[in-house]
């Protein structure tokens, strides 16, 4: 028999009863700065990986950078003010490093420092709860010609970073994150090459896995040392790694991306250790001889929370012998060592980043985190999905991104009737903005951005997370 608590299996919901949130549920809203503040050279700001990239032909569609972007660097009072009008709690943002800390090292930049103070003030006046992210993928230019991630210095710059940060604005954010997604930063910056700064070695991309846990680390323990009053936690990309057919060879191969995709970071973050299987299966490609004593503990420092993005699910085939595989994430080195693993697709309605709808997989990854890792109080730091939206009449009637968050709502309320300490749930994105190596051709806000005019457009999405929040809860439909 069906669990009644639980979504069904795939897709979208078209029926579901009113459900309510436990009292002072965290409901928000997720940017980041490369992705909308523009003003990309503005009071001292100097290139990020971001910049270098996206200005080098062919890496972004249609050559598009985030040299202007939303223009939010320019326009946050006013975007703040929409964000008072939708009703959010709290508002998860990301600071620039290299507009703070221009080069990466040395002293802050008083400028740079003065529009987070501005920020922060303006969302505190709103009576929104601030939540600063540290590293949302531009890591500054210079860090990365002396070696990038797969260097271990630049986990110590990251910790001076965070120090300077802390400085600025610890007496007024009480919610941190360190890294967003630091899969993405490791296996598709240094990997596939799919994302900033386009590296393709996959020893590079473990090396840049482990300095970036190692940078969270240092980075938690300044936090904690300046701060102690503060929610620290790090966002991780996590995704429920189904095997296509029961056969035990599909079995491994989940086994094998599941390692790569989830354990990597949740093993290190939350135990202290990287799973044998991992090792073994990345023997080929590293010796870890870049883990050095000491390294496992600072990593595992302990937290007050762990953000988790969801989006999708991987269901992954065994290799076909004298088959290539589809080159989904423009392979080879983005699973290094599992490069000839096959990333099945269902048939199942996709968004338009042809990611497959699964809000059952919502239910899934809390629970595993919960079960298997953590008592800690868990945030869905991202969710949401990318549609083609038009307007029509001044408006946005984009019912495809309401019924994937209502989907998935009910998929995170499943989970709390199932004991998940889940705290707060944070929209992707509060508005349309630079999808990174997609440029502007992915629209996952649930505001509209006309990037000729910069004039905001609330979507049908954003009108009905209002009334979501308005409610702690949703309406039966
Ligand atoms: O836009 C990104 C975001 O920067 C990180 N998480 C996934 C989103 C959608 O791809």
């Known amino acids: 028999m069906s669990d009644p608590t639980r979504p069904p299996a795939v897709g979208v919901l078209d029926q579901g009863p009113a459900i309510t949130f436990p009292p002072g549920f965290l409901w928000g809203a997720a940017t980041a700065a490369y992705q909308i503040e523009g003003a990309a050279t503005a009071g001292g700001r100097t290139p990020s990986i971001w910049d270098t990239f996206s200005h080098t032909e062919g890496r972004t569609v249609g050559g598009h950078t985030g040299d202007v972007a939303c223009d939010h660097f320019h326009r946050m009072p006013d975007d703040v003010r929409l964000m008072a009008e939708l009703g959010l709690k709290s508002y998860r943002f990301s600071v620039s490093w290299p507009r703070v800390q221009p080069g990466g090292s040395g002293a802050a930049n008083a400028e740079g420092l003065d529009f987070y103070r501005r920020l922060v003030d303006e969302l505190l006046g ?13 890591l500054p230019q210079p860090l990365e010609d002396a070696g990038g991630w797969p260097a271990r210095d630049t986990a110590a710059r990251f910790a001076d970073y965070a ?18 997604e630091p899969w993405c930063s490791a296996f598709l910056g240094y990997g596939s090459g799919a994302h900033a700064p386009g590296r ?36 991780v990309n996590l995704y429920p790694v189904t095997p296509a057919t029961d056969s035990p060879a599909d079995a491994d191969a ?17 135990r202290g250790s990287y799973p044998a299987d991992l090792q073994a299966d990345l023997a080929s490609v590293t010796d870890f001889g870049h883990v050095r004593d000491g390294d496992l503990e600072i990593i595992s420092t302990p937290l007050d929370l762990v953000g988790i993005n969801y989006y999708s699910r991987h269901v992954v085939a065994a290799p076909v012998e004298g088959e290539q595989p589809e080159a989904y994430w423009r392979a080879p080195t983005c699973w290094p060592g599992s490069e000839d693993v096959r990333f099945v697709t269902r048939g199942v309605p996709v968004t338009d980043m042809d990611w497959e709808i699964d809000a059952p997989g919502l239910v899934e990854t809390l629970e595993r985190v919960h079960r298997d890792y953590t008592d800690l109080p868990l945030y869905v730091t991202e969710n949401g999905s990318a549609f083609v939206d038009t307007v ?16 998935h709502l009910r998929a995170a309320h499943a989970a709390i009737g199932a004991g998940v300490p889940l705290r707060g749930y ?21 505001v509209y951005v006309d990037y000729d005019s910069q004039v905001r457009i609330p979507k049908s999405s954003a009108r009905w997370y209002a009334e979501v929040i308005r409610r702690n809860g949703l309406a039966a439909q």
């Open 254 to 270: 989940a086994r094998r991306i599941d390692a790569l995709a989830n354990r990597f970071f949740l093993d290190p973050v939350l």
């Open 163 to 180: 120090q300077l940060v802390a400085d600025a604005l610890g007496d007024r954010v009480r919610y941190w994150t360190t890294l967003n």
């Open 426 to 446: 944070f929209a992707w994105s509060l508005m349309d903005n630079f999808e990174w190596a997609w440029g502007y051709t992915k629209r996952f806000g649930m």
């Open 392 to 407: 029509v009449d001044g408006q946005v009637d984009d019912t495809d991104r309401l019924a994937y968050f209502d989907s």
């Open 126 to 138: 709103h009576g929104i709860e601030p939540w600063l992210t540290l590293y949302h993928w531009d």
């Open 200 to 235: 393709t070695d996959g020893a590079d991309a473990v090396r840049a896995g482990h300095h970036l846990m190692l940078g969270h680390g240092l980075a938690v323990q300044a936090l904690r040392a300046s701060r102690p009053d503060a929610q620290l936690g790090i966002t």
